[in-house]
């Protein structure tokens, strides 16, 4: 029986009226729980100091090991050593919540060991505008919300409701401080690295050993050091600089480092122009991203009530900065100053083409020259002074009489970003120039976006400040190409209509026939008059108590929500007689995997949500997306469906996949589902970080090809005929090979025709990893 209020159209418990809250205010914040303990930190770092002769460190290396659970027990080596920390916060979105939260239940604690939040941003789609976007999203999801908000008010958790913002701008305007170590159910957790913080997208299991109060394991990343000089001028912008780092690293050149941001540069940015930065770090696999301690933070600590964590920031600025002479695993230097506008993509954030060229690539690929939908906002581009540039555009715009000529949507950040702007006057003017503003939502960055401006499957161009544009991501035809660039670029290319548009360069033409240029954007990092609240119903106490009284029942009925059982142990020794089910060729990021968009209503139900599982893949042997051969059968099906037949018969499998498997977005279900129907590895050229400590979360193994050249011997309907190596693994013993950084297993392979041959593979597992493997999960590794 459900102790919260009804999810009406009309309840005040959940209200849905927009206001400028001008005659209320926000009560004075509480910053005692979101200041980091900066002495017990500073205290913890001497002690790692010492085991390290006093060598300069990173900012990174600061951070991470001040906040090791025994300082004094490990000497920590980049690249190699596995690191036990105690993260200091907890932030959830809406989504991944529900499987975090379905797992923290199994732990059986009363509260959660540290302060954890539950955002409400991934389930309400964009179509309409907010208002009626955010009623029909609550209508439809009052399922989820009311079960997110009981547990949130069973263990203590702060819940910030349906309208309140984006996961990653409320964290950054409320939670995240220099020095922090935050675990986020997000891969852009690491957006709160704009104020200083090692904030990492992780699993919900990686949440739950936080909220569990166990120590949280991250091998010791190296450090990408990014040195910035020079300072942002006319068409550039924070956004530039990680477009422009994305194309030099690519998807995979971050895998296993932190990037930390330092130079003269840094002076010149804006808080929320490094959150940018830093958020969109994710797209080149990255473990997080971050700046060191700087004037701009401070003053947006002030601006947004935290000034007591300004002062106790400033007060220890040495440990909120790297060492003199500390040394980086690699350096490059990018010069602000001639920093050129950029272009990402289509369907990868890394494809990235200067300004300047841009036309050039339009012509050569054939597209059609025009702009379907340019979209601002999302977590990545939702500040006050990104609304406030673009604004200085769209004026420019209507003084000469004309509006946007591609549909043109707006994002705010958070509750606070749109009353604020409302108030400021960027919003009429954005609406008055076609701009529709939607909810304070992820909505079409994350493919909750109902189109009505396309025919079925018609080969589009859209222009967005979002992060991530692989292929069917924002709206599921796989014919929209999605353009990541600024939001300044955005609102000047959807102004003009063209794809080829290039404002430094190229007229725009006024209502009387007139050519005219577009000035560079301009505008205020804060605002002048300070943020407003906007409505405060959205917005959780400072301080949440949790209520044990509560109870949460999910009713067995319910297609969104499934009660967990937990996974069955791993093997006592080798695997014997594993199909290959699949072999994936090309990119197979974790929207391939468990996509979002209409699945998120499944995200809370394991068994549905499964029905997805590798819809997106493409199988290298008959290059079929979601189309594989039942060896038993004869006959062809979806991924799911056979893998699912293979379970019932009884007969594990795995799946051959290429490089950087799993790249993308945190979600675990990616993981959970391969284990849910019966696979127990995953052999891989190469794994995106998150993704491959999910799968080890849920007891799947994941393996990578000793020679990556070996990916073109295996195939779908080869068998595992036997491993040499697991044995040895789950019992303890040292392996064939064995190094610092795990060990070698050997794959017997059979092929239909009798034919056998070896295969190498390397895996990366921990001593705890083994014990989570053995076990069956980590969650049952930690019961006991």
Not at 580 to 609: F, M, Q, R
Request: net charge neutral; charged share 20%.
């Amino acid at each position: 029986m459900s102790f919260l209020k009804p999810l009406a159209r009309n309840s005040t418990h959940w209200s849905h009226v927009r206001s400028l809250a001008t005659a209320s205010t926000r009560p004075a914040k509480d910053c005692t729980r979101i200041t980091p303990p900066y002495p017990k930190l500073v205290a913890n770092l001497e002690k790692v100091k010492r085991v390290l002769d006093h060598r300069p460190m990173t900012l990174s290396e600061k951070i991470l090991y001040s906040h090791l659970t025994e300082p004094e027990e490990v000497k920590p080596i980049r690249g190699q050593t596995y690191l036990k920390l105690s993260p200091d916060r907890v932030a959830m979105q809406d989504a991944s919540a529900q499987m975090a939260i379905l797992q923290f239940m199994l732990a059986g604690m009363p509260t959660t060991a540290v302060p954890s939040s539950i955002h409400c941003d991934h389930l309400i789609v964009g179509h309409k505008g907010a208002d009626q976007d955010l009623v029909n999203s609550i209508e439809n999801n009052k399922e989820i919300f009311n079960f997110l908000q009981s547990a949130a008010e069973k263990y203590g958790m702060a819940f910030w409701k349906p309208g309140s913002g984006i996961i990653h701008q409320i964290v950054l305007e409320n939670y995240a401080a220099p020095g922090l170590l935050m675990l986020g159910t997000d891969s852009h957790t690491p957006n709160a690295g704009g104020l200083g913080a090692i904030a990492i997208g992780v699993g919900g299991a990686d949440a739950v050993d936080a909220m569990a109060n166990i120590p949280w394991e991250l091998k010791a990343p190296e450090v990408i050091g990014i040195k910035l000089t020079g300072k942002l001028n006319g068409w550039t912008s924070p956004k530039d600089v990680i477009l422009h780092l994305a194309g030099k690293l690519t998807v995979r050149g971050g895998t296993g480092h932190i990037i930390e941001y330092f130079g003269p540069g840094i002076d010149t940015l804006s808080c929320t122009g490094m959150g940018t930065i830093c958020n969109m770090g994710a797209e080149v696999g990255a473990t997080t991203s971050l700046f060191p301690f700087v004037n701009s933070m401070s003053s947006y600590l002030h601006a947004t009530g935290r000034g007591p964590v300004a002062e106790a920031a400033r007060q220890h600025a040495h440990f909120l900065k790297a060492d003199e002479g500390a040394v980086y695993d690699k350096v490059i230097e990018i010069n602000l100053s001639t920093l050129e506008p950029h272009i990402n993509g289509p369907f990868t954030p890394d494809l990235a083409t200067p300004l300047s060229k841009f036309a050039d690539v339009v012509k050569k690929n054939g597209w059609k020259d025009e702009v379907k939908v340019g979209l601002i906002g999302s977590c990545t581009n939702s500040s006050y002074e990104d609304m406030d540039r673009v604004t200085s555009l769209a004026k420019q715009a209507l003084e000469k009489g004309i509006k946007s000529k591609a549909g043109f949507f707006i994002t705010p950040g958070s509750e606070q970003i749109r009353a604020t702007i409302e108030r400021d006057g960027q919003t009429a003017v954005l609406e008055k120039v076609g701009g529709v503003v939607l909810a304070n939502a992820c909505g079409p960055c994350i493919g909750q976006w109902t189109r009505d401006d396309l025919n079925d499957k018609e080969e589009n161009a859209i222009l967005t400040s979002f992060n991530r544009n692989f292929k069917n991501r924002n709206d599921g035809n796989a014919k929209t190409m999605n353009f990541l660039t600024s939001p300044e670029l955005v609102t000047a290319m959807s102004l003009s209509g063209k794809l080829s548009f290039n404002p430094l360069t190229d007229p725009l033409v006024d209502a009387s026939g007139e050519e005219f240029m577009l000035q560079p954007p301009y505008g205020d990092n804060l605002p002048k008059d300070g943020f407003i609240p906007g409505n405060l119903s959205y917005t959780p106490p400072d301080a949440s108590q949790p209520n044990p009284s509560i109870e949460i029942s999910v009713d067995p009925k319910s297609t969104r929500l499934q009660v967990l059982e937990p996974f069955g142990p791993g093997p006592e020794g080798e695997f014997t007689n594993l199909e290959v089910l699949l072999k994936v060729k090309g990119k197979c990021t974790t929207d391939h995997i468990s996509a979002a968009g209409p699945w998120l209503k499944y995200k809370g139900h394991l068994e549905n949500i499964s029905h997805n599982t590798l819809n997106g893949a493409l199988n290298a042997d008959n290059d079929k997306v979601n189309v594989v051969s039942n060896v038993f059968t004869g006959e062809e099906g979806a991924i799911h469906e056979v893998g699912r037949d293979y379970q019932k018969r009884g007969k594990p499998w795995i799946v051959v996949t290429d490089h950087n498997y799993g790249e993308g977005s945190a979600r675990e279900h990616a993981a959970l589902q391969m284990r849910y129907l019966g696979c127990p590895m995953i052999l891989a050229r190469s794994f995106a970080r998150i993704h491959q400590t999910n799968l080890k979360k849920q007891g799947v193994l994941p393996l990578t090809f000793a020679d990556p050249a070996d990916w073109e011997r295996i195939h779908g309907g080869d068998v595992i005929e036997s491993t040499v190596g697991v044995a040895d693994l789950v019992a303890g013993r040292p392996g064939k090979n064995d190094t610092a950084e795990g060990g070698e297993i050997t794959l017997v392979v059979r092929r239909a025709n009798g034919e056998k041959f070896e295969i190498k593979a390397l895996h990366t597992m921990s001593k705890d990893q083994i014990e989570w493997f053995k076990k069956g999960s980590a969650l049952n590794a930690a019961r006991g």
